[in-house]
């Protein structure tokens, strides 16, 4: 069955162009870039900085243990592609990790991760709560510029 889906997003791919659910195995790894950069400079234009200092910059490895993450120490995203499987994901990610950028209680993160727990951390709740709100809207104004 898997195989079957599989064989029908390629086939969607192909003939309707790039998709929410495009498959990022699918994709030129240029694509990519473009999705993660235009979601950055959408968040930076939409969502502002933090405290009106630098945007965090953002490096691409294609493959990880999770889809991105955000150091505080560095102001550095990693982004993780190939384990966001699709354009959706990608996006989500971008979203999730630029919110942590922009919490102002970052620095607490891993003590309200040991009261916590992941799941119902303050700051990944909040997180989630942002991609939901904004990836559909991010794509909508990226997805004829890629």
């Not at 919110?99 to 989630?128: Q, T």
Request: charged share 25%; proline share 3%.
């Amino acid at each position: 069955m898997n195989n079957v889906m599989y064989l029908c997003k390629m086939i969607l791919d192909y003939l309707f162009g790039l998709r929410l659910g495009s498959r990022v195995c699918n994709l030129d790894m240029q694509v990519v870039k473009d999705v993660v950069s235009l979601t950055h400079d959408w968040c930076v234009e939409n969502l502002g900085t933090y405290k009106k200092k630098t945007p965090p910059k953002i490096k691409m490895f294609r493959s990880g243990t999770k889809c991105g993450t955000y150091l505080i120490e560095s102001n550095m995203v990693y982004i993780f592609p190939e384990v966001c499987v699709d354009i959706e994901t990608i996006i989500k990610t971008m979203v999730h990790e630029y919110c942590h950028y922009m919490d102002p209680n970052k620095s607490k993160y891993f003590s309200l991760l040991d009261k916590y727990g992941y799941d119902n951390h303050p700051s990944e709740l909040k997180a989630r709560e942002w991609e939901m709100r904004y990836y559909k809207q991010i794509w909508k104004e990226i997805k004829n510029k890629i």
